[in-house]
Nanobody, 122 residues
Framework: VQLQASGGGLVQAGDSLRLSCAAS????????MGWFRQAPGKERKFVATISKSGLSTFYADSVNGRFTISRDNDKNTVYLQMHSLNPEDTPLYYC????????????????WGQGTQVTVSS
């Protein structure tokens, strides 16, 4: 499956932003989907994941209550709605897909998209 993330940009602290990740070349509803982020010089970190059906979600503590992951299996797209952004939310965001049959999945994803940059100015 190929993943294409979009929606990044430059925002002010406190603003909201929605990222999208469109999937192609696979059966989208058969994948657990996740979002990760990576700051320059640092390791990539888990942000959020959503089950194949979309009924279950799981978040990193740092974004819980501010970010919402969702998916539209008819549009083969997963979203990350981000609120109350702060400069620590700045890095490159990646979407990923995984075929495992359990949840949540927080690492070792099978497929990765390219990143989309989010920059939050203070």
């Amino acid at each position: 499956v190929q993943l294409q993330a979009s929606g990044g940009g430059l925002v002010q602290a406190g603003d909201s932003l929605r990222l999208s990740c469109a999937a192609s070349g696979g059966t989208f509803r058969s994948y657990v989907m996740g979002w990760f982020r990576q700051a320059p010089g640092k390791e990539r970190k888990f942000v959020a994941t959503i089950s194949k059906s979309g009924l279950s979600t799981f978040y990193a503590d740092s974004v819980n209550g501010r970010f919402t992951i969702s998916r539209d299996n008819d549009k083969n797209t997963v979203y990350l709605q981000m609120h109350s952004l702060n400069p620590e939310d700045t890095p490159l965001y990646y979407c990923a897909a995984d075929r495992r049959n359990y949840f949540p999945v927080m690492n070792g994803y099978d497929y990765w998209g390219q990143g989309t940059q989010v920059t939050v100015s203070s």
